[in-house]
């Protein structure tokens, strides 16, 4: 039923009675309420507040009457407009809460979840403990140099002094390439680097050479037909023995720690003048271990030096070989086996850890290396 909407028009616009906006407001405060997401309230929006809604309609009769009555029905209308307005926002307000606080859990990461992914890879713990050893050496200023692994003959020993007769040369100790007497080999040691950096470089020279070398030796615990060498070259004016101790003493105390440095015992390599060994402190037990009384240390044995590798003042001939003159210049070289270093660092007995590729080795070296 509808009531006439102003007593002064004689018509009845139906849209504006008291009762059908009571209805409409009802129905789309109904809706709204109803709309149990976003997309629903926007549907219900569509329907009570858009063009074709009774509201709306309701609005566009406003214009039709007369303007005594149009004051009053336009107040009414607005009312109901301001109503469902207020209305809609408070449903949209408390949708879009719920739709946060819903993605926030939903798209939430529980780290506390069980971890069954593939573990990611690492590089080899070899490969880090070349790359902290060439670190330190060019901290001081030194120059990383690299060589082929697949060697002529001549650098790898008749330019370092070695004779032909050495043992070192017979097919053995060595892995020659196909012809036999060709000439081609797998380099033994870095040493051939020496001759290619000087050649490269001339004096003075300060190279770094970390590098794959290659032996005739079955894979046991201790040997490897493959192993890893880092060498060092210092070629200049005025260099002694005392440059080499402070260097290896250095170096010694950066992979191993404050106190621990190095001893050097005579030896002799045809391509150094005097040669030496070079033990390192035992970084464990500081040489206490050799007390008597005292506690048995396993990493040094009790003996308090470990064997860490050669070294010597540069033979006069292998600086000739480079075309260096050796009156002017003197240098020395050494050479660290890296396996060994990883081995003693680590206390590991098998080289085979290091090689055979275990990722529980290599992934718990890695590291610390
Ligand atoms: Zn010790």
Known sequence: MSAPNDPYDPKEVAALSTDELAAAQRAALAAFEAAT?????????????????????????????????????????????????????????????????????????????????TPPGGR???????????????????????????????????????????????????????????????????????????????????????????????????????????????????????????????????MFGAGVRTRLRPDHYPFTEPSADVDLLCWVCHGSSTEPGAEFCRTCRSEGWIEWGGSGMVHPVVLQSAGVDPDRYTGYAFGIGMERTLMSRHDLADIRDLVEGDVRVTTALGREA
Not at 74 to 87: D, F, K
Not at 150 to 174: G, Y
Not at 180 to 188: H, I, K, Q
């Open 124 to 254: 080899h713990p070899l490969t880090l403990v070349q790359e902290r050893t060439s670190d330190v050496f060019v901290a001081m200023g030194w120059e990383v140099a690299e060589g082929p692994e697949v060697e002529a003959e001549w650098l790898n020993f008749d330019a370092l002094n070695i004779p032909r007769s050495h043992s070192a040369r017979e097919a053995q100790d060595t892995l020659w390439l196909d012809p036999p007497d060709g000439g081609v080999l797998l380099r033994t040691h870095t040493s051939p680097v020496q001759l290619r950096a000087l050649l490269a470089r001339g004096a003075p020279c300060y190279v770094v050479v970390p590098g794959r070398v290659y032996r005739q030796e079955a894979l046991d615990a201790t040997h490897s037909p493959v192993f890893h060498q880092l060498e060092g070259l210092a070629v200049d004016e005025g260099l002694t023995m005392a440059d080499l101790r402070g260097t290896l003493d250095l170096f010694a105390e950066s």
């Open 37 to 117: 997401d976003l997309d629903q309230l926007a549907a219900a929006h569509s329907a009570h507040l858009g063009n074709k809604a009774p509201v709306a309609l309701a609005r566009r009769e406003l214009g039709a009457l007369p303007p005594q009555a149009r004051a009053d029905a336009g107040r009414r209308v607005n009312e109901v407009l301001t109503a469902l307005t207020a209305s809609y926002e408070a449903a949209r307000t408390g949708l879009e809460a719920a739709r946060d606080e819903r993605v926030l859990i939903e798209e939430a990461v529980d780290v506390t979840l069980p971890w069954d992914m």
